[in-house]
């Protein structure tokens, strides 16, 4: 399982760091990704983070948003700065298992709000 948390209220400009941590898996052999949703959007992926370290960002995130792994926390991080109000969204954590009898992970959103 994959239990997301740290969203909040913020105001334009400032930070968040959302968590994803793993339970009954080691998060580090799956493939991460951040996704979110606005409402009346489609969901978009966010960022990624392969089991081999690879990343990947929107370009609408790129040099504002950071993902990280702690294999110590078992845990998946999605650092976030200077955030705008288009951020606004739930952000969900996805995890894919690619090998033999592959996996799909899904945590529960957590609801990023960012006021202008």
């Known amino acids: 399982q994959l239990q997301a948390c740290g969203g909040g209220l913020v105001q334009a400009g400032g930070s968040l760091r959302l968590s994803c941590a793993a339970s009954g898996t080691i998060i580090s052999i799956l493939d991460i990704s951040w996704y979110r949703q606005a409402p009346g959007n489609q969901r978009e992926l966010v960022a990624g983070i392969s089991s081999g370290g690879s990343t990947n960002y929107a370009d609408s995130v790129k040099g504002r948003f950071t993902i990280f792994r702690d294999d110590s926390k078992n845990a998946v991080y999605l650092q976030m700065k200077g955030l705008k109000s288009e951020d606004t969204a739930v952000y969900y954590c996805?995890?894919?298992?690619?090998?033999?009898?592959?996996?799909?992970?899904w945590g529960q959103g957590t609801q990023v709000t960012v006021s202008s």
């Open positions: 996805n995890g894919e298992w690619r090998g033999f009898l592959p996996k799909s992970y």
